[in-house]
């Protein structure tokens, strides 16, 4: 009978902190999470075109948008533009320190047509390259990455530019890569260096040394 008694006093127990527990879970709060908070900023905050084509962000912390009526970039809390680009359909970005490089085109079926690379600083233009006919910039790939030189996607091949060279001698003095795949869809300098490409076959890797392209994934 005792038993009995003290098996029913300990289950009593048992159940009455059960159910606290889950009140006390049931008033418990908890807040947002950084990752769920989302703003959308459209025209009618100073957008240049709703639809964005690139994103970049500078090391001063200023974000940069491609759209097709031109370059815009945030800050100080508000939309602004880039006033010599304004109106040009900017298609691709690359970023390093605070240095942007802009690539504006014609969009005229698979290549964009009569390319140019901006060098953007402080939110100004400081030197314009046109990209040569024979170099074919393949529309709606992300092509364009900024290290020391500029890496472009371009006819089937990714290229380096060193961009300190003067004007003509820039594409010029291009090195091909001889990468040679026609399904790259984009290409990214990692933040501890190297040069990546996604492509349709997997993501690939440049040997610097050795002056090739080895498969990172799948291997």
Same mark, same amino acid.
């Given at each position: 009978?005792? @038993?009995?008694?003290? #098996?029913? &006093?300990?289950?009593? *127990?048992?159940?009455?902190?059960?159910?606290? !527990?889950?009140?006390?879970?049931? $008033?418990?709060?908890?807040?947002?999470?950084?990752?769920?908070?989302? *703003? %959308?900023?459209?025209?009618?905050?100073?957008?240049?075109? %709703?639809?964005?084509?690139?994103?970049?962000?500078?090391? #001063?912390? =200023?974000?940069?948008?491609?759209?097709?009526?031109? &370059?815009?970039?945030?800050? @100080?809390?508000?939309?602004?533009?880039?006033? #010599?680009?304004?109106?040009?359909?900017?298609?691709?970005?690359?970023?390093?320190? %605070?240095?942007?490089?802009?690539?504006?085109?014609?969009?005229?079926? =698979?290549?964009?047509?009569?390319?140019?690379?901006?060098?953007?600083? #402080? @939110?100004? *233009?400081?030197?314009?390259?046109?990209?040569?006919?024979?170099? /074919?910039? /393949?529309?709606?790939?992300? !092509?364009?990455?900024?290290?020391? =030189?500029?890496?472009?996607?371009? $006819?089937?091949?990714?290229?380096?530019?060193?961009?300190?060279?003067?004007?003509?001698?820039?594409?010029?003095?291009?090195?091909?890569?001889?990468?040679? %795949?026609?399904?790259?869809?984009?290409?990214?300098?990692?933040? =501890?260096?190297?040069?990546?490409?996604?492509?349709?076959?997997?993501?690939?890797?440049?040997?610097?040394?050795?002056?090739?392209?080895?498969?990172?994934?799948?291997?």
């Amino acid at each position: 009978m005792k @038993q009995n008694l003290f #098996s029913t &006093l300990c289950f009593a *127990v048992v159940l009455c902190c059960v159910c606290r !527990g889950q009140a006390s879970m049931r $008033s418990q709060r908890v807040g947002t999470f950084a990752q769920e908070v989302r *703003v %959308n900023y459209t025209e009618a905050d100073g957008l240049l075109d %709703n639809e964005v084509q690139a994103l970049a962000v500078c090391a #001063s912390g =200023e974000v940069y948008a491609a759209t097709r009526a031109g &370059l815009g970039f945030y800050a @100080q809390g508000k939309w602004q533009t880039v006033p #010599s680009l304004k109106g040009q359909a900017v298609w691709m970005l690359a970023c390093q320190g %605070n240095t942007v490089v802009a690539l504006t085109g014609r969009s005229g079926g =698979e290549y964009l047509q009569a390319c140019q690379i901006h060098i953007v600083k #402080s @939110q100004r *233009v400081e030197r314009l390259f046109p990209v040569p006919d024979q170099f /074919r910039v /393949r529309a709606g790939v992300k !092509g364009m990455a900024l290290d020391t =030189e500029l890496f472009l996607v371009a $006819s089937n091949d990714v290229y380096a530019l060193n961009l300190k060279e003067t004007d003509d001698a820039v594409f010029a003095r291009a090195r091909a890569l001889n990468l040679q %795949n026609p399904d790259i869809r984009q290409i990214a300098v990692h933040q =501890e260096g190297g040069l990546y490409v996604a492509a349709r076959s997997g993501l690939l890797g440049y040997d610097a040394q050795a002056q090739c392209w080895t498969p990172v994934y799948p291997q």
